[in-house]
């Protein structure tokens, strides 16, 4: 039955994004009635108290009808973030190494 499984969810295109402790996969997978769809899984490393570590991962299922909308509503929010917050990593101001000096928020 696992097999059944793994041909019905054959991955056919993928691509992995690594972003510090994330990581993002964006895989395309077909269906029963061989249509695609789209799976992106964020993967976020943990580490234990003895040293050893594990992952916690999230899946979201995003289908061709859902494609537009989905596309739309993205690049709306994240133009809305730039907008309000700017392209500064805000959280980068808590690291160790930060320096204020090597932001240049007015790139031109």
């Known amino acids: 039955m ?28 077909e269906t029963k009635a061989s249509d695609y769809y789209l799976t992106i899984t964020e993967s976020k490393k943990f580490t234990n108290e003895d040293e050893s570590y594990y992952y916690k991962k999230h899946k979201i299922y995003i289908y061709k009808e859902d494609f ?17 917050r700017g392209q500064e ?4 101001r808590h690291q160790k190494n930060y320096s204020s000096n090597s932001i240049n928020l007015n790139s031109e």
Do not use: C, H, P, W
């Open 2 to 29: 696992l097999n059944n499984l793994d041909d019905n969810q054959k991955e056919i295109f993928s691509r992995i994004l690594r972003a510090g402790r994330r990581t993002y996969f964006f895989d395309v997978r």
């Open 68 to 84: 537009e909308n989905f596309s739309k509503f993205l690049n709306e929010t994240m133009a809305y973030i730039f907008e309000k």
């Open 89 to 92: 990593v805000i959280s980068e």
